[in-house]
């Protein structure tokens, strides 16, 4: 019998926890608040698992080791806070289009600039999509407990390393620094990918970026493949090519990857949902404060649901469309001014009525202010 | 030195040439002094990691049959720290420019010669950013002419070698692409150096840095540096006047210190002997 592993733990902790079970072997970063304890964790548990961690000189230079690592054959995953994930953003694009598995933690604090450092947010989740420049690929997950933290970290993983891109987990810094309990699975229950590699056989024609796959196998530099990576637009081969055609074969595929696989990607869960007139979608630290209103509604007989993104990116727009034809009235609720709320409302604006239900002065949304809501719409 | 066409065979892809260099650019004597060392000394290439950042040297990479990687703009030492940690067994190279490597790039350069971790840099110092079109970068001298400073450069220049030294690299040297075999020797100390090492190769960029200032052909560039520079060893025994305004060439430091990956392998060892 299996006796059950149960902690006491931090979201940031969790994250570790859950990086290490998936496979992690490297780590570089930078401090920031509310992410530090995540590089303090790893600092101290990578080299008791033969894996590496170093702290670089800056957050770009974080993201660029982190990279480094991936191409060396290393699992690898950086963290920070709004200020350095805007400082990452250039590499972030440089490993989406090169297809560099990796994991990029943004544990949200107050913004814009310096911000609140130590006040939660939600308010990077339009910059997970569109920071970086030009058009790119994204997946994007968000835990609401610190069991999720730790369920989702291996999940970031298994699709970095499934659809060799890079994937973003955004704690909020209520999940990041929230203690809660945690029961920690067995490892044979987990299921991890690792990236798939070319044969032997492929040594003398690999191709990096082979088209005629979806995601194509990945070697790591000194397995004997010597192969070119680049950020210009590049060939099979990984050589630049200044060539349309090659672009946009690139693009389609880069894309294609994210945008064929939405049924594995596309994670979330639903409350209440068979019958209701409200709903509200929520997500990350400020679904709690939903559910806990919600089942005070219920018990007062309000037929309220809830939809708890877990994958904000790619967008489950098909799901949030079909529930647009089943209620009256969408409230999303988030910790930014409105970012989430503008793609629900393009979505299902047209079929029900959207609302924001927003906060950005450092303090969560709390159940008294779902519940106030939730009067005002019904 | 190595027959042309078996150096380039060896340690080219052939398919990828020729390279997108102007007529008369020195940076293919720079490239050509790696393939030289890499060959003389003897590295297996698979094991071999050319990784650069961008301008016109960062293109080097690409031409050269190894495990290459053209990064982003000045972060080529920070993605290259990044591999070398993941697998300290591979042979790390970054090509950078004077722009790349001591403008955008500069905090990386400091810090992975504070870290002595064993990659070795070679700088390719042209004084401009060549392939934007000739704006000034931090080692153009102070009063000349760049797109960007039309009425003449008002910055002062860095000295890379005194930057890379002050900042602790172990292996420091300057070479121009006149002194082609003493830059190839410089390289090939540089790469069996364990820990960081900077080789600053004074290249010419007659496109847009020698046009801009009137320096003359690409021949006349290179007569220049033969006459511009001395030797460390040569200017040692001039007088002071004879060795005032030249630029000094030669090998500046050459020290053996604990290497980055080394010392955090201890690390690692303390708890793997242990379980």
Same mark, same amino acid.
């Given at each position: ?63 660029a080791a982190?990279i480094g690592g991936s191409l060396a ?18 590499n972030?694009?440089y490993a989406?289009?090169t297809?560099i ?107 990096a ?11 790591a530099f000194g397995?004997?493949?010597r192969f070119h990576v680049t950020g210009l637009?590049h060939?099979?081969?990984g ?140 | ?6 150096? /380039?065979? @060896? #340690? ?10 102007? &007529?008369?650019?020195? *940076? $293919? ?19 071999v990691c050319i990784i650069s950042g961008i301008?016109?040297?960062s293109r080097a990479p690409g031409?050269m049959?190894f495990n290459t990687l053209h990064t982003t703009?000045?972060r080529a030492l920070a993605f290259a720290t990044g591999v070398k ?5 591979l042979?790390v190279i970054v090509v950078s ?22 990659i070795?840099?070679? /700088?390719? @110092? #042209? ?10 970068? &931090?080692?153009?001298? *102070? $009063? ?132």
């Open positions: 019998m299996i006796s059950k592993n149960v902690k006491l733990m931090q979201g940031n902790e969790a994250c570790v926890e859950g990086a290490l079970a998936a496979g992690m072997k490297f780590f570089a970063g930078y401090p920031i608040t509310p992410s530090t304890e995540i590089a303090e964790l790893s600092a101290q548990r990578l080299p008791r698992v033969g894996g590496k961690f170093i702290q670089m000189e800056d957050e770009i230079a974080g993201m982190t054959g290393l699992k690898s995953m950086t963290a920070t806070s709004g200020p350095g994930f805007s400082l990452k953003q250039e972030i694009g989406m289009l297809e598995p990796c994991v990029i933690v943004d544990v949200q604090r107050g913004g814009p600039s310096t911000g609140l450092p130590t006040a939660p947010s939600q308010s990077d989740v339009m910059q997970a999509k569109w920071g970086t420049h030009g058009d790119h690929p994204v997946i994007a997950l968000t835990p609401s407990s610190i069991r999720e933290t730790y369920d989702l970290t291996i999940q970031a993983f298994n699709f970095a390393e499934k659809y060799r891109t890079p994937v973003f987990l955004m704690l909020d810094e209520i999940i990041g620094h929230m203690r809660e309990k945690i029961e920690i699975p067995d490892p044979s229950e987990i299921e991890i990918f690792d990236r798939v590699a070319p044969d032997e056989s492929e040594k003398e024609d690999y191709k970026y082979d088209n005629s796959l979806e995601v194509p196998k990945m070697a397995e004997g493949f637009m060939d099979e081969f050589f630049p090519k200044n060539d349309t055609n090659v672009t946009e074969i690139l693009m389609n595929r880069i894309m294609g990857k994210i945008e064929n696989n939405l049924e594995d990607i596309l994670l979330y869960d639903e409350y209440f949902t068979e019958e209701m007139d409200l709903l509200i979608l929520s997500y990350g630290g400020t679904v709690r404060s939903v559910l806990s209103a919600v089942r005070e509604a219920q018990r007062e007989g309000k037929k309220v649901g809830v939809f708890k993104a877990k994958t904000l990116w790619p967008f489950p727009e098909k799901r949030i469309e079909e529930l647009s034809k089943k209620v009256k009235k969408i409230v999303v609720a988030e910790m930014n001014l409105g970012q989430y709320f503008y793609e629900v409302d393009r979505v299902a604006g047209k079929n029900c009525e959207v609302s924001l239900l927003g906060k950005a002065n450092g303090e969560p949304i709390t159940p008294t202010e779902v519940l106030n809501k939730i009067e005002e719409v019904l | 030195m190595a027959v042309a066409s078996k150096l /380039i065979e @060896n #340690n080219f892809r052939m398919n990828r040439l020729p390279h997108i260099w102007c &007529p008369g650019c020195g *940076h $293919g004597i720079i490239m050509r002094g790696i393939a030289e060392a890499i060959e003389k000394l003897g590295y297996d290439k698979q094991k301008g016109c040297s031409y049959d703009h000045g940690l993941a697998n300290p067994d042979k420019g004077d722009g790349d490597a001591t403008a955008i790039g500069g905090n990386h350069l400091i810090h992975a010669a504070r870290r002595n971790i064993d070795t840099t070679i /700088i390719f @110092n #042209n004084n401009i950013y060549g392939m934007t079109g000739g704006q000034y970068s &931090p080692t153009t001298p *102070h $009063g000349e002419l760049g797109t960007t400073a039309p009425y003449g450069n008002v910055d002062n220049v860095f000295d890379i070698c005194r930057l890379a030294e002050g900042a602790g690299a172990t292996y420091v040297a300057r070479g121009t692409v006149y002194h082609a075999k003493q830059l190839e020797k410089n390289i090939e100390n540089a790469l069996e150096n364990k820990g960081f090492s900077v080789v600053e190769g004074i290249s010419i960029c007659p496109t847009y840095y020698g046009r801009k200032n009137r320096k003359g052909d690409a021949a006349e560039m290179m007569m220049n540096l033969k006459d511009t520079t001395l030797d460390k060893k040569v200017a040692a025994k001039l007088p002071q006047e004879k060795v005032e305004g030249k630029l000094i060439i030669g090998e500046f430091v050459n020290k053996s210190q604990p290497e980055f990956c080394e010392e955090y392998h201890k690390v690692v060892d303390k708890f793997t002997k242990e379980d």
